[in-house]
């Protein structure tokens, strides 16, 4: 484990203020220490986030657990992801409006029956 901070981190993983949610974690890999901390802060009033603030922090978490042989598969998915979001709209081609024709009706039989087989 790398310790290069003088001062000793608040290993406490979760703290509400009025207007705030602070959450923080480490992460280890084989060649590193990650200490992340992720303050999601409102303008006014008790704190009342949408669905997407929690979704990015769990992704922001589960990545720091991925284990190093699923980065590139995680790395590829997501950047799939945002140039799929990122796209301006692509508009429809119009389709050319045809004259209707009198469909004609032929010949009615009755179909043979289709046997299934009950298990």
Same mark, same amino acid.
């Given at each position: 484990?790398? %310790?290069?901070?003088?001062? #000793?981190? *608040?290993? /406490?993983? &979760?703290?509400?203020?009025?207007?705030?949610?602070? $959450?923080?974690?480490?992460?280890?890999?084989?060649?590193?220490?990650?200490?992340?901390?992720?303050?999601?802060?409102? %303008?006014?009033?008790?704190? #009342?986030? *949408?669905? /997407?603030? &929690?979704?990015?922090?769990?992704?922001?978490?589960? $990545?720091?657990?991925?284990?190093?042989?699923?980065?590139?598969?995680?790395?590829?998915?997501?950047?799939?992801?945002?140039?799929?979001?990122?796209?301006?709209?692509?508009?429809?081609?119009?389709?050319?409006?045809?004259?209707?024709?009198?469909?004609?009706?032929?010949?009615?039989?009755?179909?043979?029956?289709?046997?299934?087989?009950?298990?």
């Amino acid at each position: 484990m790398l %310790t290069g901070s003088t001062t #000793q981190w *608040d290993l /406490s993983p &979760f703290s509400q203020g009025p207007n705030e949610i602070e $959450l923080r974690w480490i992460g280890e890999t084989s060649t590193a220490e990650f200490q992340h901390s992720m303050v999601v802060r409102t %303008t006014a009033g008790p704190p #009342q986030y *949408d669905q /997407s603030v &929690f979704m990015r922090a769990v992704c922001h978490y589960l $990545l720091t657990r991925m284990p190093d042989e699923g980065l590139p598969d995680v790395c590829r998915s997501i950047a799939d992801a945002y140039e799929y979001y990122l796209q301006p709209p692509r508009l429809l081609r119009s389709f050319e409006v045809h004259q209707s024709v009198k469909a004609k009706s032929g010949r009615t039989y009755e179909r043979p029956p289709f046997p299934i087989a009950e298990e």
